[in-house]
Structure formats: C-alpha cells, structure tokens
Nanobody, 121 residues
Framework: QLQLVESGGGLVQSGGSLRLSCAATRRIFRVDVMGWYRQTPGNQRELVAS???????IIADSVKGRFTITRVSAKNTLTQQMNRLKPEETATYYC???????????????WGQGTQVAVSP
C-alpha cells in the first residue's frame, strides 16, 4: 500500500517561509495528480495547489505569487515552497496523490498524515 510521508511543517513568524515536502513510499502504475490541501478545525479541507501528470498546475488565488508547487515525477515527490506566510494560513497541511495503483484499476486517493504549519503574528 502506498503511503505519503510529509515533512517541513513548523512554526514561523508572519512573513516568513516554509518548505513542505511529500514523498511516496512506492511507485504505482500511474500518478494523475499530486497536491497540497490545508484544513483548520471546524472547516473543510481546501485545495492549496496541485500539479497533474503533464505539469499543469492549479494554485489557489489566496496563495498565488507566494506559494510554488513542484513535482519530481521520477521520484513521486512533491514540494511546496511557501513565502510571505500569514497567520490565517495556520493549518494542518495534507499531501494528496490521485492515481491508479495498477493497470486497469480505478483512480485511488492517497492522503498523507498531515503536517502542522503555525504562523505567529
């Protein structure tokens, strides 16, 4: 079973930077999309940024110009550079991978365990 291992969260002051990383523990037949989501207590998980199999990206309007998402396809790793962080971006950040574990299988969602990001005023 594929697992996603996240790292890079922590505490930073407002305006600071953090870099999140996500690595898949094994390869699967096809990876369609990898992305980062975030969630705060009592709220739904929201998309921050994603990159699909041909390099196309989706970036939330609230982070455009400050966050950069990068995927290394050969290693199934994903990073997110977060600059000029704001206190309201304090959340648990989750890595997600959507893909086919083997040829002919249905798309499967895989989630990491989450990494905490805290931005102090």
């Amino acid at each position: 079973q594929l697992q996603l291992v996240e790292s890079g969260g922590g505490l930073v002051q407002s305006g600071g930077s953090l870099r999140l990383s996500c690595a898949a523990t094994r390869r699967i037949f096809r990876v369609d999309v990898m992305g980062w989501y975030r969630q705060t207590p009592g709220n739904q998980r929201e998309l921050v940024a994603s990159v699909d199999f041909d390099g196309g990206t989706i970036i939330a309007d609230s982070v455009k110009g400050r966050f950069t998402i990068t995927r290394v396809s050969a290693k199934n790793t994903l990073t997110q550079q977060m600059n000029r962080l704001k206190p309201e971006e304090t959340a648990t950040y989750y890595c997600k991978l959507v893909g086919k574990p083997w040829s002919g299988s249905a798309d499967t969602d895989y989630w990491g365990q989450g990494t905490q990001v805290a931005v102090s005023p």
